[in-house]
């Protein structure tokens, strides 16, 4: 059992979402950063859609009551283990009684903590995946406590940086949309200057700030929408549509954010600064290849690590 002793900023239990249920309104949900989820849990040699706990900025404490094995990916928080510091993006063994505590983001703004076996909480339309605006799923809150597997097996020494953060200016990969063509200059005008996340964003969506962009104003009916759509109210300020958005939307739909981007997109910080870049369905496809690519080179090499110490268990 692990036991929360701080639920940090805004923790939450995420898997990879909610499929096949957008027909009758409910969000997708899941990790913002699908990368860094499955990554934690590939670290574990797991299922990749087995429950995490997303933080955001600002990490939980949570005290274990039984041993266990943790993998920690996404931000760079500050993370140790009593007092212990240890680094993301590696396996680490915890004992009963000790404390995990994920402090502040240096880089980026949600970190994924996997625990080996994953975290015993119950699904709802086919995901545990916390989404407020329905009251679905768990966020942390203190003397919360969650049912766990206990591991008290050796681990391996086994790291790998797919899935972290990296102290860079974030560019989103994106491509035409339903309604680019009523953009002045296209997607061009919304790649050649930079954009600010406002700090009025959440997990439906980030408000983006820069010199409006300009627009033919037409009446439309509502569409659907997906994480990564764009869409242009008129005031001429973006909006970037996150994990828990809704399923259909009535502003233009400006660009998409390609999936292999989406992990960006869970990265970013309020008042940061971000560049569009405008990519082809070619590309976009190309980019996810390799980002699935290097997943599975982690889940091998994982796999073999956690294999090697099976004589000893």
């Known amino acids: ?11 939450s239990i995420q898997d990879l979402g909610r499929r ?15 990368l860094a989820a499955q990554a934690a849990n590939a670290l574990l040699n797991q299922d990749g859609n087995l429950a995490v706990i997303e933080a955001t900025l600002i990490g939980p404490s949570l005290r274990f009551h039984c041993d266990s ?5 996404g931000a760079t928080m500050t993370i140790t283990i009593d007092s212990a510091a240890v680094e993301p993006g590696q396996v680490h063994a915890i004992k009963a009684g000790q404390t995990l505590t994920l402090g502040r983001a240096k880089h980026g703004c949600r ?25 679905l799923g768990q966020q942390l809150s203190v003397g919360d406590t969650y049912a766990i597997r206990p591991y008290r097996q050796p681990v391996p020494i086994c790291h790998s940086w797919v899935g972290l953060v990296w102290p860079l ?16 200059h296209g997607l061009t005008s919304l790649c050649q200057a930079p954009w600010q996340v406002s700090p009025q964003g959440n997990r439906l969506g980030l408000r983006l700030c ?4 300009s627009y033919q104003p037409a009446t439309m009916a509502s569409e659907p929408v997906l994480p990564g759509t764009v869409q242009l109210p008129s005031n001429g300020q973006p909006i970037i549509l996150g994990a ?13 954010v390609a999936e292999s981007s989406l992990t960006t997109l869970g990265q970013l910080r309020p008042n940061q600064q971000l560049w569009f870049e405008a990519i082809s369905l070619t590309e976009a496809r190309a980019r996810l290849k390799r980002q699935h690519r290097h997943l599975r080179q982690l889940r091998l090499s994982a796999q073999q690590r956690w294999q090697q110490l099976e004589p000893n268990q």
Do not use: N
Not at 20 to 34: E, I
Not at 69 to 73: D, H, K, L, P, S
Not at 210 to 213: K, M, N, T, Y
């Open 1 to 11: 059992m692990i036991e929360v002793i701080s639920g940090g900023l805004y923790s």
């Open 111 to 135: 970190s994924y903590l996997a625990i080996k076996g994953g975290i015993d909480t119950e699904p709802v339309l086919g995901s545990v995946s916390h989404q407020s605006q329905l009251g």
């Open 69 to 73: 094995a943790v993998a920690i990916t």
């Open 210 to 213: 820069g010199d409006p962009l």
């Open 20 to 34: 096949g249920w957008r027909q009758l309104g409910f969000a997708r949900s899941g990790a913002m950063d699908p």
């Open 244 to 256: 828990d958005c809704q399923s259909v939307g009535g502003y233009p739909k400006i660009a998409q």
């Open 169 to 184: 200016t974030p560019v989103l990969g994106c491509f035409a949309s339903a309604q680019t063509d009523r953009l002045e």
